[in-house]
């Protein structure tokens, strides 16, 4: 059964840092895109980044870039996002999410799997 399991979130205040985890289950990366996403209350689920599944290029959305780094480890089962300088405007939760799209915007990837999701919260 394939699964992915965010973890890492949490509260913390502007200009800290978070570095979220997302683990997969019964299948690795190999071949998929993934990604991470947010939502905040209120709005549309947002693309902030992904890595392609043909070559391992990064994008990120202007709203991250600079802030967040996406990496994954050797195995490609686990999937991280390093997050620095955080604002209260990331305040949201986020999910990772395996699928295809990856093609320099983040917001238009699709995902096959999804996690459930790990709250983050940024106070000012």
């Not at 480890?73 to 209260?88: C, E, G, I, R, V």
């Not at 699928?99 to 459930?116: K, R, S």
């Amino acid at each position: 059964e394939v699964h992915l399991v965010e973890s890492g979130g949490g509260l913390v205040q502007t200009g800290g840092s978070l570095r979220l985890s997302c683990t997969a289950s019964g299948f690795t990366f190999d071949g998929y895109a993934i990604g991470w996403f947010r939502q905040a209350p209120g709005k549309e689920r947002e693309g902030i980044s992904c890595i392609t599944e043909s070559d391992g290029n990064r994008f990120y959305a202007d709203s991250v870039k600079g802030r967040f780094t996406l990496s994954s480890d050797n195995a490609k089962t686990t999937l991280y996002l390093q997050m620095n300088s955080l604002k209260p405007e990331d305040t949201a939760t986020y999910y990772c999410a395996a699928g295809t799209g990856c093609w320099g915007d983040p917001d238009l990837m699709t995902g096959d799997y999804w996690g459930q999701g790990t709250q983050v919260t940024v106070s000012s």
